[in-house]
């Protein structure tokens, strides 16, 4: 079992930054591939960024692409994401997920998931 916790939401303005965090327990993160995914009220929950195992591989949704960065330290069992030229259609739940599928970064077939962080995005 891993535990995945996020942190690092909050409400910033226009073109602000913001760095998610994600902190995972239970078993070594360096065992995952991590992910982060986003979701709108009604909406499914879709991919913004992944990495691999040991953080050589990443793959970013083209809404994510230039403005986004994933990183990991498995020395810290953490995952990030920094946000920067934030949009107010960036204002969603974001979510961090954990895949068994290690040596590439996915964007599906995630086995862990944590309860998520709020960021609102204001002009």
């Known amino acids: 079992q891993v535990q995945l916790v996020e942190s690092g939401g909050g409400l910033v303005q226009a073109g602000g930054s913001l760095r998610l965090s994600c902190a995972a327990s239970?078993?070594?993160?360096?065992?995952?591939?991590m992910g982060w995914f986003r979701q709108a009220p009604g909406k499914e929950r879709e991919f913004v960024a992944a990495?691999?195992?040991?953080?050589?591989?990443?793959d970013y949704a083209d809404s994510a692409k230039g403005r986004f960065t994933i990183s990991r330290d498995n020395a810290k069992n953490s995952v990030y994401l920094q946000m920067n030229s934030l949009k107010p259609e960036d204002s969603v739940v974001y979510y961090c997920?954990?895949?068994?599928?290690?040596?590439?970064?996915?964007?599906?077939?995630?086995?862990?998931w944590g309860q998520g962080t709020q960021v609102t995005v204001h002009y």
């Open positions: 997920g954990a895949s068994a599928i290690r040596i590439v970064p996915v964007r599906g077939k995630y086995d862990y």
């Open positions: 990495i691999n195992w040991n953080g050589c591989l990443t």
């Open positions: 239970g078993r070594t993160s360096s065992g995952f591939a």
